[in-house]
């Protein structure tokens, strides 16, 4: 059937919701409702707010509009189906935004709880895969992206923005030199590296070292005195060196920022976001590593040291201390109470404070066993670390004074 157009009338087909069969109707538009003429029935109105409009056939195509209505007692569909073009044009005009999609109408309420409830079932497992799966990838990728001097900036600022860390003492001149060269044995592994590595000694008994982010690297005098070889220590900064390099921690800081942005845009807070991206950068936590991270860490520091032909036993042993003390919680909880005791400043107590941010190296058996199985294809035999250098050297003479239990 064509429709032809007089003004603001048209022509279509109508079908009364109890048979198959179709009627010719004449539609006459007007601001509050819908006329309809159907030879040989009385005439209808369809107030716009009692009508679903369904456009089956694209922007140019039939238009359909539905109503339900009770009749003898049961509820019908009523629909019309009007072929012009220009219907829709038309009615925007006589009465602005009342045709509008089905999906919006008043009377499609549980349809769209019938959605909303979809929706909430299935947004929570999207969302996480975003969370774990889609936000590192992104971030991960876009840290490769990142200049090194962006690096080098941060990991400046953050070692100067913590006093505890910037106002410590220059080592003595012989134990530098000592890091300095096992450095140089390690580094002369990755020629092409872009980073200037730089090893602080902090004076604090806290067992660990760690990694800023462009190459400054902090050892901690604890972590010395558990030493007793070179080769030890060189499994340790091995482990850090490749924490740079691998930039885990330019990575953890990208995953903060970009999760900061997916919780925001969720519960649409865009304070929040600016809040995270001017305080991410200089949050400790930030400088946490992943678990994922620590074994890429292990990974790539071991193959770093067979590399360098440094013996792999003693970042093996180093690790079994770390994880003899893991296990002996109650020992190290005594040393903590011991060198509180010692301590005579409250600047003593606020570095406890500060150091609990950075994470140690937990070690567990499975790790371990991944570094023996990982030196055993060691095809070179291992030059000795500074055969002539006294590692007693490297030890406080305070780790002497504290006194045993």
């Known amino acids: ?84 073009p220009e219907f829709l044009n038309q009615a925007d005009e006589v009465a602005p935004g009342t045709l509008i999609s089905f999906w919006k109408r008043p009377q499609n309420r549980k349809w769209r709880r019938i959605l909303l409830v979809l929706a909430l079932i299935a947004i929570p497992p ?44 220059e080592p003595d001149p012989k134990v530098q030199a000592a890091l300095d060269e096992i450095a140089q ?14 090893i602080h000694v902090h004076p604090g008994k806290v067992v660990n070292a760690m990694a800023l982010p462009g190459g400054q690297i902090v050892v901690f005098q604890g972590l010395l005195n558990l030493t007793e070889t070179p080769e030890e220590l060189a499994g340790v900064l091995a482990h850090e060196f490749q924490h740079v390099l691998l930039r885990h921690s330019t990575r953890g800081i990208i995953r903060q920022l970009a ?14 976001v600016m809040t995270q991206v001017m305080g991410a950068a200089g949050e400790l936590d930030s400088l946490n590593f992943s678990r994922n991270m620590e074994r890429e860490a292990d990974r790539a520091g071991m193959q770093m040291l067979l590399k360098a032909n440094v013996k792999p036993s003693g970042m093996i042993r180093i690790f079994e201390k770390f994880k003899d003390q893991d296990d002996s919680p109650r020992e190290s909880e005594k040393n903590d109470e011991k060198q509180k005791d010692l301590s005579t400043s409250e600047s003593d107590d606020e570095s406890n404070d500060w150091m609990e941010y950075f994470s140690t190296h937990p070690a567990n058996e499975d790790r371990i066993s991944t570094l023996r199985e990982l030196s055993r294809h060691s095809e070179t035999a291992p030059n000795p670390l500074l055969p002539n250098f006294d590692w007693t050297q490297m030890h406080s003479k305070s780790k002497k004074e504290i006194p045993e239990p």
């Open 1 to 84: 059937m064509n429709s032809t157009t007089q003004g603001r009338v048209f022509k279509g087909d109508y079908f009364d919701g109890r048979s198959a069969k179709k009627f010719p109707v004449t539609l006459r538009l007007a601001p509050e409702r819908l006329h309809l003429f159907v030879p040989g029935k009385p005439d209808q109105l369809w107030h716009y707010s009692e009508i679903r409009l369904t456009q089956v056939g694209g922007e140019q195509g039939p238009v359909r509009l539905e109503r339900e209505t009770l009749r003898y007692g049961k509820e019908i569909v009523e629909a019309v189906v009007v072929n012009d």
């Open 126 to 169: 999207f969302l996480y895969g975003v969370w774990t799966v889609g936000v590192p990838k992104l971030s991960d990728t876009v840290a490769e992206k990142v200049p090194t001097q962006w690096e080098r900036k941060l990991g400046d600022t953050v070692f100067q923005s913590i006093p505890q860390l910037s106002s410590s003492s």
């Open 185 to 198: 044995r390690l580094l002369q592994t990755v020629p092409e590296q872009p980073y200037e590595f730089r």
């Open 259 to 272: 999760s900061s942005f997916l919780l925001a845009i969720v519960v649409g807070d865009s304070n929040q």
